[in-house]
């Protein structure tokens, strides 16, 4: 019982200092209570500093090309990822894209991409609409390997 009488005798003096408008913010504290006080009405509080908003980077994942395919197959194998997503591998027919979004710093990224067939073959990985790699190939089944560190 006597402790929610102490507790009690706590709280109504908190609430009666939150609602005083008229204490003295310029004198110096006569007591705990007064110190108190002042700590919860007289201090302005601060405002936090704003933490700038990441910037996305944009990576796009390209292969071009003309190819005949052998019959049976009707397009290229492709490999492409990145130290954040990893890799994913699919056969598409060309032109092939794809794009996704990071907001990391750095990024190891991979671009491989084969045709079964005779022809023409080009990949490039595009980084915020600059060109990072790119490379071709031609012949009997044509393959390209793209790979790089991305650093902002």
Known sequence: MNRRIFLLGLTAPLLSC?????????????????????MLECESPTAPTPVP???????????????AFDPGTNGAEIQFGST??????????????SSTKTYRD???IVLNAQASGFGVIQAQII?????????????????????????K
């Open 18 to 38: 939150a609602c005083a408008e008229d204490f003295d913010c310029g004198r110096e504290p006569d007591s705990a209570e007064d110190r108190r006080r002042q």
């Open 53 to 67: 908003e990441p910037k996305a980077t944009n990576i796009e994942f390209r292969v071009l090309g003309d190819v």
């Open 84 to 97: 954040q997503e990893g890799t994913s591998r699919i056969l598409s027919t060309l032109p092939w894209f």
């Open 106 to 108: 750095q990024l190891f």
């Open 127 to 151: 980084i915020n609409g600059e060109l990072f790699r790119e490379a071709s190939a031609s012949g009997f089944n044509p393959k390209v390997a793209l790979s790089g560190l991305f650093v």
